[in-house]
């Protein structure tokens, strides 16, 4: 029985047992052919330091994981489930992490023009995932000036960068194609399928929106984990399962030194990403431009490569990559360094690449505990400022407790030059076992909530790196699950209230108590770090906004005196899960800032709770337009009544 040519994708989960191979000889003492297999290991996280290899010991290290991740598919057939994979002179743009750096997203607005991203849907007559260009009129509508067809139009389009400059507009559309829901913080698992991962780049020029000339396009092989723009250089993170080749399924020694001997033949550069632009087929990455564990030796092996490639969208066909071979769970961009981690049982290992010209692998440090995965939220852990690098890690044995940690570059090393709790600051940062919820780094101060049954709030300093400190806490009902500081020491909250309430009325309402939800919005007064405030709160019964899950979807037009926010909101509770735009005004020019809502944008569409986190808003001068679905929509601040669209 033989496999077919397939791709194996290294997803690390449940550890499995395998015989250890022989010798060379087998059963009956004959002597087998070819190289000897190494024992069979389960791949761990990477702890220690990276560094280059030749290309063969890279190869070597590439196809020994592929041979130990083959025989453990072999050992344990079952895949994990896989899924083929947007002329006021203010307005909101895309809410990311850094500021300064620009995060992947479906509207871009330029002040005159709106660039959507547009998918294909079951409810729409799009047909093909493309970008479609409107032009903003003085009456506030808007005019279909173009639309722009993709290199790939069936797959998934993840988003689109705008990067304008006096010379020219350059807008990226980028798509994924067969793109799997990869869960790195499991050990071991393995997934077979028949088609391969890759991710598509459409760089075009948009200077004139009207003749808007052909793209170049870029063809990456493998999974888009995340991406980020810093002016006209954007940074692609994605992870790569080599190809196998047909292989037999026979258990015996013999067979199993035939398969890794079979692997050993193939060229080095087979387990390579490749890159195509403009359909011509290139090998941007080199083995000698990969990293390694440092302490490999020649019976090791990884079959996931991580790739980090730089584009720039001046001169698109111009690619720079770096790779790591071995496994990652999340990562942090700033604007001087890029930061790879890698989650183990206990603790987390930190890879630091210098972005300078183009990524360079410069130092690793370790942490103790798990600070998540590449999920948007979990990135929110960690930090950069003026060269140091904080981390919120959690421990969660025997019970969960968190700790915050600075770490600074030494030589090739990132040390830890402090922790909270510490012997002078011993206070825990959260209950015994609650839960991190949210955390947002504010310049030197960090925020965190954590939750199980109330919501505190912790306010800690990080000013001196080797001597932070909590200044204040706040315990309130409920939780924050995203933070976004504005103002003077302001944050809005965006999370869920939460009561405790008996399911029913035959029994003790002190038994078996059960939390009913609600969206809830806090206004937080930070000023007096020693003694947070909620000053101001909305609640809306039985809803949620995807803003708790992707910061992305929350829009925030920041002024002097009044600060605009917008999120699309659910509510479950109506029988129709029906889905509409909040638009929250927060007044801080007065002694005491509160929070009012400005405007409520409900779509004309009859099922409009679709793809709610898809959905988005750009806050203008004058009005907020909402794009839901593939429709945009438009209404006047403190005017809910009339809603102009929507805009095809």
């Known amino acids: 029985m033989a496999v077919s040519r397939a791709a194996i994708t290294n997803v690390l989960a449940s550890a499995i047992a395998i015989t250890v191979i022989g010798t060379g000889c087998n059963d009956s003492g004959e002597t087998l052919p070819g190289a000897t297999p190494p024992p069979l290991q389960t791949p761990q996280a990477i702890s220690g330091q990276l560094e280059q290899k030749p290309g063969p010991s890279a190869a070597l290290f590439i196809k020994n994981g592929v041979y130990f991740s083959y025989e453990q598919y072999l050992a344990n057939p079952t895949p994990v489930d896989a899924t083929a994979g947007e002329v006021p002179s203010t307005y909101s743009e895309t809410t990311t992490q850094v500021e300064g750096i620009d995060e992947l997203d479906r509207i871009e607005f330029d002040g005159t023009h709106f660039f959507v991203a547009q998918n294909i849907t079951s409810l ?7 970008v479609v260009i409107y032009r903003r009129e003085a009456d ?39 793109q799997y829901f990869i869960q790195p913080l499991a050990v071991s698992a393995q997934v077979v399928s028949d088609t391969a991962s890759y991710f598509s780049v459409d760089v075009f020029d948009v200077s004139d929106k009207r003749n808007v000339s052909q793209p170049t396009n870029i063809e990456v092989d493998g999974n888009l984990w995340a991406s980020r723009r810093i002016d006209d250089a954007v940074y692609f993170v994605s992870d790569y399962i080599p190809p196998v080749p047909e292989l037999s399924t026979d258990s015996s020694p ?67 990559a770096t790779c790591v071979v071995g496994y990652v769970s999340s990562f942090h961009m700033g604007h001087e360094a890029l930061y790879l981690t890698a989650g183990g049982t206990t603790d987390t290992t930190i890879h630091k690449f210098n972005l300078s010209d183009s990524p360079r692998y410069v130092a690793t440090g370790q942490v103790a505990g798990i600070a998540g995965t590449h999920s948007a939220h979990s990135q929110l852990r960690m930090s950069e400022r003026d060269g140091v690098f904080r981390i919120l890690a959690t421990l969660t044995e025997p019970q969960n407790t968190h700790h915050l940690y600075t770490l600074e570059q030494q030589g090739e090393e990132l040390v830890v030059v402090g922790e909270l709790p510490n012997s002078t600051y011993p206070t825990p940062i959260g209950k015994p076992g609650e839960q ?11 925020y965190v909530v954590t939750f199980e049954t109330i919501d505190p709030l912790y306010v800690l300093d990080l000013a001196d790196p080797a001597d932070p400190r909590m200044l204040g806490e706040l315990e309130i009902p409920g939780y924050s699950s995203y933070l976004h500081p504005f103002g003077d020491d302001l944050l809005l909250g965006v999370g869920q209230q939460v009561e405790w309430q008996s399911p029913g009325s035959g029994g003790d309402a002190g038994d078996q108590l059960v939390p009913v939800s609600s969206l809830k919005v806090s206004l937080f007064d930070v000023r007096d770090p020693a003694n947070p405030l909620e000053i101001d709160q909305y609640t809306a019964e039985y809803s949620y906004t995807p803003v708790e899950f992707d910061y992305r979807t929350l829009s925030v037009l920041e002024g002097s005196t009044h600060t605009l926010f917008g999120m699309p909101v659910v509510n479950w509770g109506t029988g129709a899960s029906d889905s509409q735009l909040l638009v929250l005004n927060v007044a801080h020019g007065e002694q005491r800032p509160f929070m009012e809502v400005a405007n409520t944008v409900i779509p004309t569409a009859a099922t409009s709770h679709y793809r709610v986190w898809d959905n988005r808003s750009v806050l203008t001068d004058t009005g907020v337009y909402y794009l839901h679905g593939n429709e945009l929509y438009y209404q006047s601040y403190g005017d809910s009544e009339q809603t102009l669209g929507p805009f095809h």
Request: include cysteine.
């Open 124 to 130: 729409s007559d799009t047909d093909a995932s493309q």
């Open 140 to 178: 506030n509508r808007l005019v279909n000036t173009a639309t722009l067809p993709l290199s790939q139009p069936d797959s998934t389009l993840s988003g689109i960068y705008l990067h304008a400059d006096e010379e020219a507009a350059i807008l990226a559309a980028v798509t994924q194609q067969h």
């Open 254 to 320: 013999a067979a199993q030194r035939a398969r890794y001997n079979q692997i050993l033949d193939m060229a080095d550069t087979s387990f390579l990403p490749e890159v195509k632009v403009n359909g011509v087929a290139q090998r941007v990455l080199a083995l000698d431009n990969c990293y390694l564990p440092a302490n490999a030796t020649e019976q090791d092996g990884y079959a996931r490569i991580v790739q980090i490639l730089k584009l720039d969208l001046s001169a698109p066909a111009s690619l720079q």
């Open 436 to 446: 991190v919820y949210a955390v947002r780094y504010v310049k030197d101060k960090a």
